[in-house]
């Protein structure tokens, strides 16, 4: 009987008879149903844009259980009888929307929409999930879950643009223990006001989605035996079988026609997500068909789980409290291991994760695995299936043997109850000793340190340890009786047992000089494989993670941190003591202790306060209505893909393909050959020159495209891509420039054409003359930054009659993109049109970046005259598209006693890459913000770099960012210098109206404008700053493993306004259609424009008008239906979009004027729909478009905010956890409040991803090596502040703005900086501590603090032996303090 594929969508039946095995659940959504809600972000399961909800059905208990999935790694096959629910399905324009989207509208946590139905999926499998508990009926509603729930079951998911607090609103407002006045800005009550109630949020409705159709479960009733584990169950017609015990999988194994094939064994396939496949396989074995894999069985000796049972599941069962464990260290094992294990990936990887593969990963793959560290301490065995023999070894034997064969399987693992070994004298390894007349107890604590404190990001380093000890009645010492300290992740090929430590410690009384010798002993353990990024902070990790364990057992030895089961500093610390003596000082106020309470309980919350001021004088403009069509985004040919060079400066000779599987999928390949000879070999074009799209036969940079590799699906064409065999030769030709250096020693730079070169302020050597003291040529990196939009690059291409072609691209320029396709094709402009409809975010990637991809998809369209399609995949996304400019800095600045500066010089070199793209406009940019103190004189020399790396571009503030940071870097070093408070010094050095005029000439604006120095003192006395500082002192001072700081800073952001065109016109019915220059991007133009066009229109006062939002629908954006639109770029675009609407809207007022009255005349009043009609009826030109140019004397004007935060370094991590930021933005008279605060919280916390944690790496020869969602960390939730207060100044009315509005886009980011100078502050009390300095230009307070101060970066110089030092401190003490005792009684 041939076997077919049947499984539910959304309620709807599929039945597939023979399907390609390797073919994912989302390629399947995506390309052959209309259920494209879930979206490509990654690709390897690190962003959630993909997630669904899939559901399987139990005929025997008739139970339905629901889980959230990443379906890019799910594999169809594997779906075989389940039900998949995505975001449609919860609801969609047609049926309704479901109250998940109505709230993620409601309270405007949506903006570029991509990452929406992958959150809309975790938060409703988490709902879902928590309705079925046994826990008490939530209040009509509510759902049972808790806002500690709420907010986790979105940790794994990424969002580039909120920020992620009105996400976690919409989480919370789901949950019965919620404070609904604690929600943040939403349409369904007014802040503050006394009427937020459940009734007026859409009502939740428990059990209201069928997870699991009735037909199905029918079906499956009525053919168990298509499910029963038949021989070869599966669907051999599509190569994926399914064995239903261990001797069915060897026979298949080894049967001839397995043998000569590319045979891959599954459970989860979330391993696809860690190591990328570059080839297909023939044939698939899933392994979940094998009972004997996914038994759990539970005894007295321990737990043994089935190598197949997911994470998910060990956890729940680890977790169950059983009676006869309660109190027995059993439980305390168990729960600890469930507890990390709760941090491993996310809650829709952990899922369909098996146990078994993780281990056979790390085994095999020198995975730098959690589940292995944590079982190995745990002392677990494992039971191997290799051919005909089954083998029980120790977890430590299995990994130390050579790597696992693909025939060995992984049959089960065994977690020993500890309490049972110990009575019964056996343990693992012969390691456990039984002293039965002895009262023992059992220590375990396990520890990861990484970016992402809930999960989500592999660990730098991780350990567990397991440690016997008893009582010494007669001293009263704990002794160790034996133990078990695992390591991993650390550039280990495994984790290992620090055996030599082991051995040392058997048998001693913990005290200082033990430990001491142990940490000795460790470190010549521990080493990273040469290679390693940070080796030396890894190391640094194993020795705070024993010290962190140990010390409560030191005598004497003060104990200054508290042991939470999540260290809020990115370090999982989970560890439990018998006899923990916590010693650690007290925070002075209350409202520090709640500060500590919420540190320190797992069940931390995210509190969050929004001011809004609101204005009515231009309904609807000002109105924080919901984003335009946000429940849509939340509801949900042939493909190309680039081959790119990987060597920076060398000949190219030649390409081939290997001979594989992916490579016989491919139609064509595209390069420079197949350019039109009447087009030129064009990619990308500024107003400072053009880009090759393709290398010609020298390659410039590694990821310069080589060529486009055509395929039938997008996946073939990424496969095929990667296998590429490109033959490079380096001949004649010089090293290439990879370094700032080494582009200053071979002058190679790019011009900066004088009009943008900025101009200076002063008499530079006058004022180094008048200062008192001066700092020479310091020194400050600052690293790259990727765009990490959601979306990835995309374009369709589709040729169309004579010659012409339509271009679907993500591109913020369209206009560009459209005369480069048409120069590189040899067509004129008006045979190509580029659309863009919305875009995934942006935040400057899709301006000049996106134009190549559009072009190289346009041209094999072209070329084959058939429709292609191209979506970068992350990899090569990351690894083409450049980024921020790195930069390298040094300053001299002159200064007086009292703080006041009066000289500053700096020298700026930017890093450009290997074109110019926007960057010759850096200097000007980041002078724009480095002016924004009063430096007295001020002069600067700035140097465009070209080097033989990717081309760097506009990123959300370019250059204002750079020149912010510098500014503040210059201030902390002055305070530093002079022993002053960071602030004062700021305030010393603000501009006054006068100065700012001086700096500013032309943008200042006049006095009243200059809104800084009150928002500074706001920001101040509001968040009590000046008692803060004293209780962070206090708190430094008694707390030696945990420092705080905290920062006040200043903002200041000159925006330029551009032309940009409009185009209103109003329909027959009366419905009005809108053209803007811009395109949305997730930033809110459609609905500021929308609100735009619904007041200029009111204008006319008919019936109706007061109602005409709903009636404006703004369309895409049409390079040949709107020209001259110019770049969405510079925060400028949507009020500029909006004044050529409302202009537009003017002159069709002005048409309608006349009829209006002479209508009301005769009729009284008149409807806008009958002045519509009427207007028709006597031919009123309906349609009007302006183009607005701004007028040159308010063409630039200034922003002003401040922003205070808060931190908390933990000394050994270097983890930073921001526990408060107060902000403060002027947004003149906001277009719409809720959108300009959704991008004030985006940009700061994107400003937070720059200074604090992405790590743009390249290798040594330029390529880019952060290349995913593994090795580049982006915000999550985990990372925001823990308390962040916003508050909305409204300034006063601006006739030349406008309607008096301000820009909201970009500034903002800048402001992240306050958490970067608070983190240094946090760091030079830890320095004082331990007299720490680093290198010989530094000191204990003076050092150097570079970008991103990501956690190795903040341990190394809060110095990575600080343990030792303090060890050996203690330890000499204590011993002279024995030695006095000696003497004294002698
Ligand atoms: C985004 C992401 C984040 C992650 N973060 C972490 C983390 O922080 N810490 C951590 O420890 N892990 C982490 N992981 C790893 C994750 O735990 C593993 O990918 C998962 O456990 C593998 O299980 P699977 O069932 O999906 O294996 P599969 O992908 O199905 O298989 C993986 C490999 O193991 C083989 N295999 C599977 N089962 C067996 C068996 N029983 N016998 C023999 N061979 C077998 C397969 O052939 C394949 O080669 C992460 C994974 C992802 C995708
Ligand atoms: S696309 Fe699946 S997790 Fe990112
Ligand atoms: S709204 Fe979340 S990524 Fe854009």
């Avoid at 400072?688 to 310069?704: H, I, K, N, R």
């Avoid at 002078?927 to 103190?933: F, M, N, R």
Wanted: aromatic share 8%; hydrophobic share 40%.
């Amino acid at each position: 009987m041939e076997r077919k594929l049947v499984f539910a969508v959304n309620g709807e039946r599929f039945e597939l008879a023979k399907v390609d095995p390797s073919i994912t659940l989302l390629e399947f959504l995506r390309t052959r149903t209309r259920f494209t809600g879930p979206k490509l972000g990654c690709g390897e399961g690190g962003c959630g844009a993909c997630v669904v909800l899939l559901s399987t059905y139990d005929p025997v208990s008739d139970q339905v259980k629901e889980f959230s999935v990443s379906s890019c790694l799910t594999l169809l096959c594997s779906i075989n009888f389940c039900s998949v629910i995505t975001s449609e399905g919860l609801g969609n324009t047609k049926d309704g929307f479901h109250p998940i989207h109505q709230r993620f509208a409601g309270f405007h946590a949506s903006q570029c929409g991509f990452c929406t139905p992958g959150m809309c999926m975790s938060l409703f499998s988490a709902l879902v999930n928590a309705d079925k508990t046994s826990r008490s009926e939530p209040p009509c509603g509510f759902s049972k879950i808790t806002k500690f729930e709420a907010e986790k079951a979105i940790a794994g998911n990424l969002c580039r643009c909120t920020g992620y607090r009105p996400i976690a609103d919409v989480c919370k407002s789901f949950a019965a223990d919620v404070d609904l006045e604690d929600l943040g800005l939403n349409t369904f009550w007014k802040k503050g006001a006394k009427d937020a109630n459940v009734g007026r949020l859409p009502c939740h409705d428990q059990g209201k989605i069928c997870t699991f159709p009735e037909f199905l479960k029918s079906e499956i009733k009525s053919s168990v035996d298509i499910l029963d584990n038949s021989k070869n169950a599966g669907l051999p017609e599509s190569q994926w079988y399914r064995p239903s015990s261990i001797r069915e999988l060897y026979e298949l194994l080894n049967s001839d026609s397995f043998s000569k094939s590319r045979v891959k064994l599954v459970v989860g396939n979330t391993g696809s997500g860690v190591y990328k496949e570059n080839d297909l396989y023939d044939k698939y074995i899933d392994l979940k068909g094998i009972p004997e894999l996914s038994v759990i069985r539970r005894d007295s000796e321990g737990i043994s789980f089935g190598a197949a049972v997911t994470i998910s599941r060990a956890i729940e069962v680890l977790k169950e409290r059983k009676e006869s464990e309660l109190h027995s260290n059993k439980r305390l094992v168990f729960s600890k291991i469930a507890d990390h294990m709760d941090k491993v990936a996310s809650p829709f990887i952990r899922n369909m994760a098996s146990l078994g593969g993780n281990l056979i990963m790390a085994q095999r793959s020198q995975f730098a695995s959690d589940v292995a560290t944590i079982l190995l301490a745990a002392g677990s065995t494992v039971c191997l299936q290799m051919a005909s023999e089954r083998l029980v070894l120790s977890l430590e034997s299995f990994l130390e043997r050579p790597p696992c064969d693909d025939r060995t399987v992984l049959v089960s693992i065994h977690i020993p109850s500890w309490s049972s070994a110990i009575e019964s004298s056996s343990g693992i390894d012969g390691c456990i000793v039984s002293e039965p007349t002895r009262e023992a107890n059992i220590l375990f604590g396990t520890y990861r340190a990484a970016p992402r404190p809930l999960g989500n990001a592999v660990a730098y380093l991780n350990s567990a340890f397991l440690v016997h000890v008893t009582l010494d009645k007669i001293s009263g010492d704990l002794i160790i009786l034996n133990l078990h300290l695992a390591f991993g992740a650390y550039g280990t090929e495994h984790a290992i047992r620090a055996r030599k430590v082991e051995k040392f410690l058997v048998g001693k009384v913990m005290t200082a000089s033990v430990l001491l010798e142990a940490i000795k002993l460790l470190k010549e353990t521990i080493i990273p494989k040469k290679g390693t990024p940070h080796s030396r902070y890894r190391s640094s990790l194993a020795v705070a993670f024993l010290f962190k364990f140990f010390q409560p057992l030191v005598k004497d030895l003060v104990v200054p941190e508290k042991n939470g089961p999540v260290d809020s500093s990115g370090v999982a610390a989970i560890t439990e003591y018998p006899n923990s003596d916590i010693n650690e000082c007290a925070d002075i106020s209350s409202h520090r202790v709640s500060h500590s309470e919420q540190l320190n309980n797992p069940n931390v919350i995210l509190s969050s306060k929004q001011l809004v001021e609101f204005s009515n004088d231009y309904h609807p403009v000002g109105e924080p209505i919901k984003k335009a069509g946000v429940e849509i985004q939340a509801s949900g040919l042939p493909f190309g893909a680039f081959v790119y060079s990987t060597t920076p400066l060398a000949w190219i000779k030649g390409i081939t393909f290997n001979s594989t599987l992916a490579s016989q999928k491919v139609i064509a390949y595209i390069s420079i050959n197949d350019i039109p000879k009447e087009g030129k070999n064009v990619g990308g074009s500024t107003m400072f020159g053009t880009e090759p799209l393709f290398a010609d036969s020298l390659t410039v940079c590694a990821g310069q495209p080589l060529g486009v590799v055509v395929a039938e699906t997008q996946r073939h064409a990424n496969m095929a891509a990667r296998q590429a065999n490109v033959q490079y030769s380096t001949e004649n030709l010089e090293p290439p420039i990879l370094s700032i250096e080494e582009a200053v020693r071979r002058s190679s730079f790019f011009d900066v054409p004088p009009v943008f070169y900025p101009q200076k302020v002063g008499d530079l050597s006058k004022g180094m003359a008048e200062a008192e003291h001066k700092i020479l040529s310091a020194e400050v990196k600052l690293g790259s930054q990727y765009y990490f939009y959601m979306e990835t690059q995309t374009a369709l291409a589709i040729p169309d009659e004579d010659n012409c072609i339509v271009v679907y691209s993500s591109s913020q320029c369209p206009e560009t993109a459209q005369g480069v396709i048409a120069k590189c094709l040899g067509i004129p402009d008006h045979n190509v049109r580029v659309i863009t409809r919305r875009v995934g975010g942006a935040f400057g990637g899709k301006a000049g970046r996106a134009t190549p991809v559009a072009t190289a998809c346009a041209l094999a369209a072209f070329k084959l005259r058939r429709p292609v399609r191209m979506y970068l995949d992350r990899k090569t996304d990351m690894i083409m598209t450049g980024g921020r400019h790195p930069m390298k800095i040094n300053y001299s600045v002159g200064f007086r006693s009292d703080g006041k500066i009066t000289a500053l010089h700096v020298d700026i070199f930017i890093n450009a890459g290997i074109a110019e793209d926007i960057s010759p406009i850096m200097p000007h940019t980041i002078i724009g913000a480095l002016k924004s103190y009063n430096w007295g004189a001020f002069s600067f020399d700035a140097k465009i770099c070209k080097t033989n790396l990717p081309t760097k571009s506009s990123m959300r503030a370019p250059g204002e960012v750079q020149g912010s940071f510098i500014a503040e870097t210059v201030i902390e070093h002055v305070s530093s210098f002079l022993s002053m408070d960071a602030t004062s010094v700021r305030k010393k050095n603000l501009h006054t109206h006068d100065s700012l005029v001086l700096f500013y000439e032309g943008s200042a604006g006049d006095a009243p404008e200059y809104t800084l120095p009150a928002i500074v003192d706001e920001v101040a006395s509001s968040s009590s700053y000046l008692d803060r500082l004293e209780i962070i002192r206090n708190f430094n001072s008694c707390n030696k493993w945990r420092k705080r700081g905290i920062s006040l800073m200043p903002l200041v952001y000159r925006v330029a306004l551009r032309p940009t065109p409009g185009k209103v016109s109003i329909l027959s019915d009366g419905s009005i259609v809108v053209e803007v220059g811009g395109v949305e991007i997730g930033q809110g133009l459609w609905t500021k424009v929308k609100q735009m066009t619904a007041y200029a229109l009111g204008q006319l006062s008919v019936d109706g008008t007061k109602n005409l939002l709903d009636k404006v629908r703004v369309i895409q954006a049409d390079t040949l239906s709107m020209v001259q639109g110019g770049w969405t770029a510079g925060s400028t675009t949507s009020e500029s979009s909006c004044e050529a609407v409302r202009l537009s809207c003017n002159i069709l007022v002005s048409r309608l004027k006349t009829l209006k009255q002479s209508l009301e005349e005769k009729m009284g009043t008149v409807s806008w729909d009958t002045l519509i009609s009427q207007a028709n009826m006597q031919a009123v030109n309906l349609s009007a478009s302006t183009y607005w140019v701004p007028d040159s004397s308010s063409m630039m004007y200034l922003n002003y905010g401040s922003a205070l935060s808060e931190v908390e370094v933990d000394i050994l991590t270097g983890g930073t956890t921001i526990l408060r930021t107060d902000l403060i933005y002027d947004c003149g008279q906001s277009l719409n409040p809720a959108v300009d605060l959704g991008q004030i919280e985006g940009s700061f916390v994107q400003g937070i991803g720059f200074f604090m944690y992405e790590e743009h790496v390249e290798n040594s020869d330029g390529l880019v090596v952060s290349d995913g969602t593994w090795t580049y960390k982006i915000p999550t939730i985990d990372n925001i502040p823990k308390q962040f207060n916003i508050k909305l100044m409204k300034s006063g009315h601006h006739e030349k703005r406008v309607l008096s509005s301000k820009a909201s886009g970009e500034p903002p980011l800048l402001l992240a900086a306050s958490v970067h100078c608070a983190t240094r502050e946090a760091i030079r009390a830890a320095r004082v501590e331990f007299s720490s300095t680093n290198g010989p230009n530094s000191s204990p307070t003076t050092f150097q603090f570079d970008v991103p101060a990501t956690m190795p970066v903040v341990k190394e110089l809060c110095g990575l032996n600080n343990v030792e030092k303090y060890l050996e401190a203690f330890a000499s003490t204590h011993q002279k303090v024995e030695a006095n005792q000696v003497l004294g009684t002698v």
